[in-house]
C-alpha cells in the first residue's frame, strides 16, 4: 500500500499541488509555518476522512475559494486506485474510482495512514475523548465497518439525548433506551476485543523501547461478557441514572463515557507518568498498530511523522528509526532540519522542501 501521487487544489496555502512520492521515505523539510503539516493533514484525510486538527471545510479550504479538493492515486495489493475529497465550508464529498460514495466506510480502508504527531501527546493527560478516539481510530483502521457502528450509535445517543431534554415519557423514552443499550454494548464489546488481541504485541514493543525496564498496559473500564449480559448491564445503568439523566438532558452511561486507562507499571501514566514515559507508550502503541496491520493486510500501512525529531532523544530517535528501517512501507515525515534525517540510514530517501505552501522535490 502506498501513495504514488497527490493533487491538492485550494487547500489551505498549498494552493496547485501535483507530486509523485516514493514507496519508502518521503521527507517534508522547510521552516516552520511553510506547510508541512498542511501536506500531510491532506494525506491523513483520504484515509480518515477527518484533519487530526478537527479542522471544519472552512478551515481547509483556501481563503476566497467555495472549494478545495484532494485526489490521490493509491496503490493497495497492486491495484490502483483513485480517491478524491471536494471539500466545501459545509461539507465533504467523497468519490473512489470517479463515482461519488455514499457509505463513508466504502471510502475507508483504501488508505490507511498512522499518524504521529506531538500535538497528540495531550492525548495521554487530556480527556477521556482523546483515549477513546485513539482506541476507535485503530479499530477502523482494521474494520472500516466500525465506522458505520459507531455513526449509528452517534444517531440513537443523539435522539435519545433530544428526548431527555423534553422531558420525555416513559413510553418514549424506552424503545431509544433499549436499542442505545444494544448499540453501545456492541461497541464496548468491539473495543474490548481489540484491546485483547492488540495488547501483547503493544507490551512487547514497549517494553523494547523502555529498554526492558518497564510494563505498559491498557485498561477498559467495563467487563468483557457475552453480548446479552453486556446489553442487560448497560441497561440497567441507563435505568439506574434515568432521574439524572432527565435533570441534565443527557445520557450518563454507555461508551461515550468510558475511559480508557493507560498505565506503566500499573501506574495511571495520566497521572502519575513522565514525559518520557508518555512519548513512549504513544510510540509503541503507533509502532504495534503498524505491525498488526501489517499482519492483516499483507502490506504495510502508510506512516506519517510530523515533526518527529523535535519531541525524541537521541536513543529513541535512533530507537524508532531502527524500527523504521526495519519495514519497507511508505513514510513521511515532517522536520525543520533536513540533516538530521540525511546521512546512510536514509540514503534511498526523497527530499522536498517546502517553502511558502509550495512544494520542490531535491
Not at 210 to 218: L, N, R
Amino acid at each position: 500500500m502506498y501513495l504514488k501521487n497527490l493533487v491538492l487544489r485550494r487547500y489551505r496555502n498549498l494552493e496547485e499541488t501535483d507530486l509523485d512520492w516514493g514507496p519508502g521515505f518521503n521527507v517534508l523539510w522547510g521552516k516552520n509555518a511553510q506547510g508541512k503539516t498542511n501536506l500531510l493533514e491532506a494525506i491523513y484525510l483520504l484515509g480518515h476522512l477527518k484533519s487530526f486538527r478537527n479542522a471544519r471545510g472552512g478551515d481547509i479550504v483556501l481563503h476566497g475559494s467555495e472549494a478545495a479538493s484532494v485526489t490521490g492515486i493509491v496503490e493497495v495489493a497492486q491495484v490502483t486506485h483513485r480517491i478524491e475529497l471536494s471539500l466545501q465550508h459545509n461539507g465533504r464529498i467523497p468519490r473512489l474510482n470517479g463515482k461519488v460514495v455514499k457509505r463513508l466506510s466504502e471510502f475507508l480502508g483504501y488508505l490507511r495512514p498512522i499518524l504521529f504527531t506531538p500535538e497528540e501527546m495531550g492525548l495521554i493527560k487530556g480527556y477521556p475523548a482523546g483515549r477513546r478516539a485513539l482506541l476507535d481510530r485503530a479499530i477502523v483502521q482494521r474494520d472500516p465497518l466500525y465506522l458505520d457502528r459507531v455513526q449509528e450509535f452517534n444517531r440513537i445517543l443523539r435522539q435519545r439525548n433530544q428526548l431527555l431534554k423534553k422531558q420525555a415519557r416513559r413510553a418514549e423514552l424506552d424503545p431509544w433506551t433499549q436499542a442505545l443499550a444494544r448499540s453501545g454494548s456492541r461497541i464496548r464489546q468491539e473495543r474490548l476485543q481489540y484491546i485483547e488481541e492488540f495488547l501483547p504485541l503493544f507490551i512487547k514493543v514497549y517494553r523494547k523501547i523502555s529498554g526492558y525496564h518497564e510494563k505498559a498496559d491498557i485498561r477498559y473500564p467495563v467487563e468483557k461478557d457475552p453480548l446479552p449480559v453486556m446489553i442487560d448491564k448497560l441497561q440497567a445503568e441507563l435505568d439506574k441514572r434515568r432521574e439524572r439523566e432527565l435533570q441534565l438532558g443527557q445520557t450518563l452511561a454507555g461508551p461515550h463515557r468510558d475511559d480508557p486507562e493507560f498505565l506503566v507499571d500499573n501506574r495511571a501514566l495520566r497521572t502519575f507518568g513522565s514525559q518520557g514515559q508518555q512519548r513512549s507508550f504513544l510510540l509503541a502503541f503507533k509502532a504495534a498498530q503498524v505491525i498488526s496491520l501489517e499482519a492483516l493486510l499483507g502490506e504495510p500501512p502508510v506512516l506519517l511523522l510530523d515533526d518527529l525529531t523535535s519531541e525524541l532523544d537521541v536513543e529513541r530517535q535512533q530507537g524508532f528509526f531502527d524500527f523504521l528501517l526495519a519495514r519497507q512501507g511508505q513514510v513521511f515525515i515532517t522536520t525543520t532540519r533536513s540533516e538530521i534525517l540525511g546521512g546512510q540510514r536514509l540514503a534511498e530517501a526523497r527530499f522536498f522542501e517546502v517553502k511558502q505552501g509550495r512544494i520542490k522535490a531535491n
